[in-house]
């Protein structure tokens, strides 16, 4: 008999944190449990507004060094509307970790898998196939952490653009193009900014390396009306951190709104899974959470270790997920109510399981 190759496995911290987010990592890990050649074992850390309620400390120093140590990490999404710092801004550790854990690329891939999720009329042989990549680390998001003097009759916040930052988004975005259609719009306001100005300076020298690929330049503004116009002429769009943050949002919406956009924030190092989507507390508890965005980020979850180990199994594990997730969408009654139709979280997530034949 020949010795059976072992199987690796995997590390996850799996941080549900606050409103709906415990329910849909529940669902998407037992999803990910039910992928066979993969071995995970999650562990559960206490992170966000909950956290804060009981520690004082919504990302306590020490949960971040222990998250250092695992393969990666799952998240549900952070931050409650009545839980505030004393400055009157909710907490958001999963900005803070983004930053803290440099993960520079925010992958958001925007897929339509049904007509009827689309709040647009969607012309015959069109569909929406897109993905985000919004800068994660500076941007307009860059000194929001920068104390201010109390008493203030004005505020400001910086949008910062370093060469280093924009590089390294470019070069991400571009390596992303050259695996899908090879398209790729940057998103800026070049006509009114400095720093916008600047990034696509960055950008168009790094589009040197790429000859291959197909670019546009589109200015924020407009980039709103060709989404909503034209969503099917992109592939993928690469943009800085504020920019990229509103713009996900209405690409949620292009495709049923944000339980069906999953993202992943990636470094050079360690990497988050993560729906687009926050804390949703008017529905959580209620088994009301559209699980689909959260179960496609461990479908990234898995291609990304499948990338960055060279482990076959999970990238086809990924792919399990993505075709289950695929299949079942194609049918119009699989819905969860924020896609109008009655199923429930758990519903949603039994429906994906029997696809993958658990
Ligand atoms: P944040 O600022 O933390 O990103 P947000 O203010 O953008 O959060 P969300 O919590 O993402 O708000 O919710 C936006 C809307 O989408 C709400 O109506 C919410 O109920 C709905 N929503 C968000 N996630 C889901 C989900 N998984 N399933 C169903 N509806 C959702």
């Not at 059976?4 to 496995?9: A, D, E, K, R, Y």
């Not at 390294?168 to 400095?194: H, P, S, T, W």
């Not at 960055?202 to 670019?215: I, K, L, Q, R």
Request: net charge negative; hydrophobic share 40%; charged share 25%.
């Amino acid at each position: 008999m020949l010795p059976s190759t072992p199987v690796p496995q995997y590390k996850i911290a799996s941080l549900g944190g606050d409103g709906i987010g415990p329910e849909v990592v529940a669902s998407t890990i037992q999803i990910l449990e039910a992928i066979d050649g993969v071995s995970l074992e999650f562990t559960e850390h206490s992170v966000g507004a909950g956290e804060y309620l009981n520690s004082g400390d919504p990302l306590p120093e020490a949960t971040l060094e222990a998250l250092k140590a695992y393969d990666a990490i799952l998240l549900g999404a952070m931050g409650l509307p009545s839980v505030r710092w004393p400055n009157g801004v909710e907490m958001t550790p999963q900005i803070d970790l983004r930053e803290k854990l440099d993960l520079y690329q925010g992958v958001r891939p925007i897929k339509l898998y049904h007509p009827l999720h689309s709040p647009l009329r969607i012309p015959e042989g069109k569909t929406i196939d897109f993905v985000i990549l919004r800068e994660n680390t500076e941007g307009l998001f860059s000194d929001r952490l920068t104390p201010r003097p109390a008493g203030r009759d004005f505020e400001t916040d910086t949008m910062k653009i370093t060469r280093h930052g924009a590089e390294r988004i470019c070069r991400a975005a571009f390596e992303l193009a050259m695996g899908r259609r090879k398209k790729l719009a940057l998103v800026d306001k070049a006509n009114v900014l400095q720093s916008m100005a600047f990034l696509r300076r960055v950008f168009d020298t790094v589009a040197n390396d790429y000859p291959d690929v197909e670019t546009e330049r589109v200015y924020v503004d407009a980039v709103t009306l060709y989404m909503v116009q034209d969503p099917y002429r992109f592939d993928v769009m690469v943009t800085e951190n504020m920019f990229g943050d509103i713009i996900s949002d209405l690409a949620a919406g292009l495709i049923g709104g944000m339980g069906m956009a999953p993202s992943g924030d990636i470094g050079d190092t360690y990497a988050i899974f993560q729906p687009s989507h926050g804390t949703a507390p008017t529905i959580a508890g209620k088994s009301l959470a559209n699980p689909i965005a959260t179960i496609l980020s461990g479908a990234l979850m898995l291609r990304w270790l499948g990338e960055t180990k060279s482990d076959a199994a999970a990238t086809r594990g990924a792919e399990s997920i993505e075709a289950a997730v695929e299949e079942v969408l194609s049918n119009p009654e699989n819905r969860t109510v924020d896609l109008g139709g009655n199923l429930s979280t758990t519903g949603m997530t039994d429906r994906v399981l029997e696809r993958l034949g658990s």
